[in-house]
């Protein structure tokens, strides 16, 4: 049971990695699952540009890739971040970039979980289960 964070061609150090690992291994608890081996790698936009055309043969830019190995109830799975995407993406809804980050690290897990984006009612359940398991840093937050 393994959450690792690894950072590729991009200058970024993850905050709080404890809390971080706690949150991820609460949310997957949360859906009956248990946490395998689940490795992010925050990185650039071509890093990610350069994945997602050798990977899924599509040739676009994305804030997340996720590769999925996930067996029975155990969690496990690839996570790539372009930091460049959150960092645009956080100016563009105008958040504050730590928590669009968040965003996107939990946006991961619920594909791991089983919770697909592709159609319009797709990602409004998305939405729905970032919101909810965001809910759980900002509990956190309040009792400090």
Same mark, same amino acid.
């Given at each position: ?13 993850? *905050? ?12 997957? %608890?949360? $859906?009956?699952?248990?946490?395998? /081996? =689940? ?12 994945? #997602?055309?050798?990977?899924?043969? $599509? @040739? ?10 996930? %067996?029975? #109830? =155990? ?5 790539? =971040? ?6 645009? #993406? &956080?100016?563009?809804?105008?958040? *504050?970039? /730590? ?10 897990? $619920? $594909? ?7 159609? *319009? &009612? ?7 289960? %970032?919101? &909810? ?7 956190? @937050?309040?009792?400090?």
């Amino acid at each position: 049971m393994t959450i690792s964070f690894q950072v590729e061609d991009v200058r970024f150090s993850l *905050p709080e990695r404890q809390r971080f690992k706690k949150w991820i291994r609460e949310t997957v %608890e949360e $859906h009956g699952k248990k946490v395998g /081996e =689940i490795g992010y790698l925050f990185c650039s936009d071509e890093y990610i540009l350069e994945a #997602n055309r050798t990977y899924l043969d $599509h @040739d676009t830019y994305t804030d997340i890739i996720t590769f999925d190995y996930v %067996e029975g #109830n =155990i969690v496990s799975g690839d996570i790539l =971040i372009s930091i460049d995407r959150v960092r645009d #993406n &956080a100016e563009q809804f105008g958040v *504050p970039f /730590e928590q669009e980050l968040r965003r996107v690290v939990i946006h991961g897990v $619920h $594909h791991l979980l089983g919770q697909g984006d592709k159609s *319009p &009612a797709e990602a409004a359940e998305m939405r729905q289960r %970032e919101d &909810a398991s965001l809910l759980w840093w900002e509990r956190q @937050d309040s009792e400090c």
